[in-house]
């Protein structure tokens, strides 16, 4: 396996941190299911964005982290930066694990958490990338944080975009943790993409409605398709009217 770059865990003057080191990486594009909807199905806000490693990701992702912070986000700190390297200040325990150490209505609370933190950083013009559960943490104090911002969507889309984005990708992530998630998870997005300003609404309408083909089919292209096809149904139906 070709090794992208390291996340160490480390303990700096009693204090938990973590030591990132971006290594060149050649690669320029994953190819998911989303990404290869995006190419096929012209969902703008699916377009993969450009992917660098060493020094140029960092700096990428140092970026964010002031960017973040300024909107009131709760990201890590960062503590020392080098060429290729950021040691950075821990937020927490990730969003996944204390996923799969609760009970399906701890699972809906902390994801009502994590929906609102994302609002919230769109309400203040920000966007996030990739919160997958794995990325997000819950802090100490209930919080939500954000982590792994190496790539920016802002590159090659527009703010509205990568709010849709964020929307997307987090949907694809989470629906799984919900029994029927074109209920209950639905029912958690409607108020808050009901309320997101008109051209983010309507971009994310279109998108759904791009990838509606997906959702049908999702069903019958194995798991991780079927997970895809469930977020794009509780999206769909939280944007109804
Ligand atoms: N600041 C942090 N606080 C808490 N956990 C962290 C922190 N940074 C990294 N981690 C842990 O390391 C993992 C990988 O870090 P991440 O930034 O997502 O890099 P990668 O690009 O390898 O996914 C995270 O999923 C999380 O478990
Ligand atoms: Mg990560």
């Known amino acids: 396996m070709k090794q992208e770059h390291a996340v ?25 299911v989303l990404d290869l909807a995006a190419r096929v199905l012209g969902v703008r806000a699916l377009r993969p964005p450009p992917h660098w490693g060493g020094a140029r990701a960092c700096a990428t992702e140092h970026k964010r982290l002031q960017e973040l912070a300024a909107c009131g986000a709760r990201v890590p700190e ?34 009502a958490l994590a929906v609102q933190a994302l609002a919230q950083v769109h309400a203040r013009g920000g966007h996030i990338g990739q919160p997958y559960a794995r990325n997000l943490t819950v802090t100490d104090e209930g919080g939500i944080g954000f982590l792994d911002l190496e790539e920016d969507p ?7 975009q990568a709010q849709v984005r964020d929307w997307l990708v987090f949907a694809a992530g989470t629906s799984r943790y919900f029994e029927h998630p074109e209920v209950e998870f639905a029912a958690l997005l409607r108020p808050v993409l009901q309320a997101a300003p008109e051209p983010v609404r309507t971009e994310l309408v279109r998108s759904v409605r791009r990838l509606r083909i997906v959702e ?26």
């Open 216 to 241: 049908r089919i999702a069903s019958r292209l194995g798991e991780r398709a079927r997970r895809i096809g469930g977020a794009l149904a509780s999206l769909r139906i939280a944007l109804d009217a």
């Open 8 to 32: 160490i865990r480390m303990d700096v003057l009693g204090r938990k941190a973590w030591l990132k080191v971006y290594v060149e990486d050649e690669r320029r594009f994953k190819l998911g």
């Open 154 to 160: 802002r590159d090659n889309m527009t703010l509205e």
């Open 78 to 111: 960062v503590l020392g930066v080098g060429p290729n390297a950021l040691l950075i200040g821990d937020i927490g325990t990730t969003l996944k694990s204390r996923l799969h150490e609760t009970d399906a209505a701890g699972q809906a609370r902390l994801i």
